[in-house]
């Protein structure tokens, strides 16, 4: 059965915000996540609301879930894309804020201070020069050590 792309994760997203690939439109089309999938996508939405509540420009997803396919597909395609990617289980998304005079580094930054306290963010990296952020929540079946970089 195909996903639902207008089912509701959050009140500013849909599931297709999240079945996208800016690099690989083809292969995002075919996206399907699974329940347990889709509650990870709950909870990443839940974060990118937390962002937009602090920096009010709209945030687009570049990059939402990814299947083995469209992961595989990055990693040949050189991008920074790792064999077991956060991305793989809807915990993960690169995003870009709408408004091109927004600092990113002052996103990174209040990122960086309130994943010690009270947001739940698990990764953070921001990638300056190709001006996103990669935000990521904790996959709770497959734990990984918590990281917030600066990437070039």
């Not at 595989?72 to 395609?77: G, H, I, K, L, S």
């Not at 001006?131 to 917030?148: G, S, W």
Request: with cysteine; aromatic share 8%; hydrophobic share 40%.
């Amino acid at each position: 059965m195909a996903a639902d792309r207008a089912r509701r994760l959050s009140q500013n997203y849909a599931l297709g915000d999240f079945l996208v690939d800016q690099t690989f439109p083809e292969l995002a089309v075919m996206l399907d996540p699974d329940e347990p999938t889709l509650r990870n996508m709950e909870r990443l939405a839940t974060l990118i609301e937390r962002i937009k509540e602090r920096f009010p420009a709209g945030w687009t997803v570049l990059s939402g879930f990814r299947d083995q396919r469209l992961n595989e597909a990055c990693r040949q395609a050189g991008l920074p894309a790792s064999l077991n990617s956060l991305h793989l289980s809807g915990c993960a998304a690169d995003i870009q804020p709408n408004d091109i005079d927004l600092d990113l580094e002052a996103v990174f930054e209040w990122l960086r201070e309130n994943s010690r306290t009270d947001l739940a963010i698990h990764e953070a990296v921001f990638y300056p020069i190709k001006n996103f952020i990669h935000v990521a929540v904790e996959d709770r079946d497959n734990p990984t050590p918590k990281r917030i970089l600066m990437r070039t």
